[in-house]
């Protein structure tokens, strides 16, 4: 972004980086100025960046076998847009250019959106309310409690005969849905926290 002509952004990163060669990138590519690793960051705090409209971007560039990414979401119910790979779990939920913007997992890819938006030819606010109205909407407790419920019942319930042992998108289905079990009670639990936070 900076080689096209742009420095009036910033990138930061959050979380623990996992990979230590990451780290002195962005020394060696002369933007250490511009993108800065801030570590790990409790939730309200970000939560509370969001809602101040700190950010207009959430960059999720994960991999394709991202179950889902409770991340990107938590942004996204406070307008922050998410740009996100194309292929990746939470992307299922949304649609490109509605409620986020996706992409290919490319440097390149991302820095299209980011270049989109620092010369004006990408309007993020439209996108960020839209996505936030179904994040509000759709990503309750009382809403996907009883569809995950059904989906794990329906799983359950199927009988195991040879075809089906042998198939592997029956497999990835009840898998799917163990992994999406599993991030719901830890969104669940967010999702407590974040109403005591917001009263």
Known sequence: VRARGHENFRIDLYGKVGD????PLPRQHGVEDLVKFKGPCPQEELIARYSQHEY???AFPTWAR???GCAPVEAAAYGTVMVMSESCGVGEWFVDRVHCLKVARTAEAFADVLTAVLEGRLDLKPIGRRASAVVWRDFKRDVLV?????SLAR????RRTADWAG???????????ALMADKLTEA??????CGA???
């Open 20 to 23: 230590l060669s990451v780290a």
């Open 56 to 58: 207009d971007l959430f």
């Open 66 to 68: 991202e179950p889902f």
């Open 146 to 150: 009883p569809r995950v419920e059904a």
């Open 155 to 158: 799983a359950a319930g199927r």
């Open 167 to 177: 198939t592997t998108t029956a497999y990835d289905d009840v898998y799917r849905m």
């Open 188 to 193: 669940l639990v967010q999702e407590a926290c």
């Open 197 to 199: 936070a917001a009263a």
